[in-house]
């Protein structure tokens, strides 16, 4: 391809670019030139999508200008790297027989289970018969496009959903007539509108990074619409039905983005349907509708037509309408359970009704088959007795009789039908104001379907020019002097407070801290506790990691302190195989022993050092020990130390990202 034919496609994708290749942008705001380094110096200000920057050394130029820079390279290896990044290359005339779900080394799936997947498999095969070219259908209508043909000619275009898998496909034969693939799954999934195929996690990290995403009925309108609103990615969710579950799943997936419906204006039905749903699908995910302003049939790829491209853009614009939200209450649901009949609804309704009541914020583990609800920020399971109770208080709202066989029956099938929970995103901290990437350094709002699972109390807030432990946390800073006693051990134990507040339990390691009473070590913890969150942290015993039935106790936690251990002697299998990251038979009460990792870090508090009779070095590998050597006397022992602390937390959190922006550092200092 041409160079100015990439930087179009790359329009409106250069936050995903810059990510693909490494380059740190920051997030609008001023931050260290990737090119010179100069402090403060740059911005990138992403003007209409192409990827414009400034620097007060370097100057300023656009996407592809920043990246010969980088790189120190011509523009013709610079476009290169972007047609990598948006799986350009190699894509002219055979598509890809490898573009579905074949695993590769730099690029694991999300789910092992999709090659199984008949769907999948039945789109895989069509694609791969289908080459890229251009349908006389839209060339008749004054679109050039490239989107995948078969044999005969007809547009063959898969449907995706937000599992990262073929949701199935839509043939598009030469008259325009459209029928989907059979096995199709219609709802919530979408056609991305896009002249390059791209893998579904490609789609899902487009999606997860775009801006503006604008939501339309059929592929033609998309295609038209890209003519006219270049920075936007667009996608079909097929029909006026299927709007508002398409947007549903985007607002799930991308918090933050302007979601725009562009819905077709049916004004010779009554009631108007692509009006009424591009409305419903607006208000669902607090987005815009733009619906062809005019007396008659007409959707946007029928206005472009008629008046061409600019004049469809500015219409577009014009009648860019946010609708009033809904008021929609626990009240409203009280009000309107007065006109159901929970009684005659079968489980699945109830179920559904269930859902609704928490909001669609349920989901499913399948490895422990707990139900898990989405609140204050992370997955937290709620348990099935609360569920019925719930239900229960449902029936008795609207004034009819219940039997726990129903309740019970609607909490099954509740089981059955919610979305299964995806992996938890690494390399993220999920503050209460937000997340924060680790390998970006960016901050940004809370999205579910980052899947996590804890969240601290803490507010994130970038570290200000010149802030320092000594100036601005004091009795932090104090007590780290005492419990250390020189810089390098300082920088170390800073390392393991980092590894605490990450939740690097991935590095395999275990944190043991021993001294005489005095010495700091439960300052230690209460900091470590406070940067894990307290509802994150649960106390146990070396005993405890050995048995299966203990070990369901710590489960959901992502800090295990082993505090005032007694004498121990043993191999320490238990600890062994949690922090090495393998898998532990779990044995709760009263319900179905499996087996799952443990992400969480395990720190023991101790006088002395445990003694382990495992001589195989799987122990020693993994353990970090600090030892607190100076006892503070009595009358020098501040009681409202950790209190003192608590205030600071703000900052130290800030301090220990700033001090170790490579984790790689960190780790380093640990292995030490």
């Not at 949690?578 to 720190?603: F, M, N, R, W």
Request: glycine share 6%; with cysteine.
């Amino acid at each position: 391809m041409k160079i100015n034919e990439i930087t179009a496609q790359a329009v409106g994708k250069w936050d995903y670019i810059f990510q693909s290749l490494g380059i740190e942008v920051g997030n609008g705001k001023h931050c260290p030139c990737p090119v010179c380094g100069g402090k403060d110096r740059f911005r990138f200000d992403n003007q209409n999508g192409r990827g414009t920057y400034i620097c007060n050394q370097c100057g300023s130029g656009d996407g592809l200008e920043l990246i010969k820079n980088y790189y120190q390279c011509d523009a013709k290896e610079a476009s290169n790297k972007v047609a990598e990044c948006l799986n350009l290359s190699n894509q002219n005339n055979q598509i890809r027989a490898n573009l579905a779900f074949r695993k590769i080394d730099s690029e694991p799936l999300h789910n092992d289970n999709i090659p199984d997947n008949p769907v999948c498999k039945k789109v895989e095969y069509l694609l791969s018969k289908a080459t890229l070219g251009q349908s006389q259908y839209l060339t008749k209508k004054g679109l050039t496009f490239d989107l995948p043909l078969l044999d005969n000619g007809r547009i063959f275009v898969p449907m995706l959903n937000l599992h990262n898998e073929y949701a199935g496909g839509q043939f598009i034969e030469l008259d325009g007539s459209k029928h989907l693939m059979r096995g199709s799954n219609k709802k919530s999934a979408f056609i991305l509108v896009c002249s390059v195929l791209s893998r579904p996690t490609e789609v899902y990290a487009n999606l997860l990074a775009h801006n503006e995403i604008i939501i339309c009925e059929g592929l033609t309108t998309g295609i038209s619409i890209t003519e006219f609103r270049h920075p936007s990615m667009v996608i079909s969710a097929i029909d006026a039905g299927n709007l508002i579950h398409v947007a549903k799943s985007i607002r799930e997936l991308n918090s933050t983005a302007k979601i725009i419906i562009a819905g077709d204006n049916d004004i010779d039905q009554s009631p108007n349907t692509g009006l009424a749903k591009a409305i419903e699908a607006a208000q669902a995910v607090n987005g815009y509708y733009s619906i062809p302003d005019i007396d008659y049939k007409c959707d946007w790829d029928d206005y472009r037509q008629q008046f061409g491209s600019d004049n469809a853009l500015t219409h577009f614009n014009k009648n860019l309408i946010k609708p009033e939200l809904p008021t929609v209450t626990k009240l409203n649901m009280q009000t309107e359970l007065s006109s159901m009949n929970l009684s005659q609804m079968a489980s699945s309704q109830r179920a559904e009704l269930l859902n609704q009541y928490y909001d669609n914020n349920l989901a499913i583990n399948l490895t422990t088959d707990e139900i898990y609800h989405y609140q204050d920020n992370a997955w937290q399971p709620i348990s099935d007795k609360l569920l019925m109770r719930t239900l229960a208080d449902l029936f008795t709202q609207s004034g009819e009789p219940f039997n726990p066989l129903r309740i019970s029956s609607a909490v099954e099938s509740l089981r059955l039908s919610l979305p299964i929970m995806g992996t938890p995103q690494k390399d993220l901290i999920c503050f209460k104001n937000g997340v924060y990437e680790l390998k970006s350094q960016t901050f940004r709002p809370h999205n579910k379907q980052d899947w996590l699972l804890v969240s601290n109390d803490i507010d994130y807030y970038p570290a200000k020019e010149n802030e320092s432990f000594d100036t601005h946390a004091p009795n932090f800073a104090k007590w780290l002097k005492r419990a250390s006693g020189n810089q390098d051990k300082a920088k170390n134990i800073l390392a393991a407070l980092y590894m605490i507040l990450a939740n690097r339990h991935d590095w395999q390691l275990f944190l043991e801290v021993t001294g005489a009473g005095g010495s700091g070590k439960s300052v230690f913890a209460e900091i470590a506790t406070m940067l894990s969150g307290k509802n994150n942290t649960v106390i146990g015993t070396m005993d405890a990691l050995e048995k299966a039935r203990d070990r369901a106790l710590i489960v959901g936690y992502s800090l295990v302190i082993l505090p005032d251990q007694p004498r121990y002697m043993s191999s320490g299998a238990g600890l062994k195989a949690i922090t090495g990251g393998d898998e532990v038979a779990i044995d709760p009460k009263h319900k179905q022993p499996y087996s799952c990792k443990i992400p969480a870090v395990v720190l023991v508090i101790n006088n002395e050092a445990m003694r382990f009779n495992e001589r195989n070095g799987g122990i020693s590998r993994r353990r970090v020990i600090f030892h607190f050597g100076e006892v503070i006397p009595e009358k020098e022992r501040d009681l409202n130390l950790v209190s003192k602390i608590e205030q600071e937390l703000p900052l130290i959190v800030r301090l220990l990202l700033n001090e170790f922006t490579s984790p790689a550092e960190a780790k380093e200092r640990l292995h030490q």
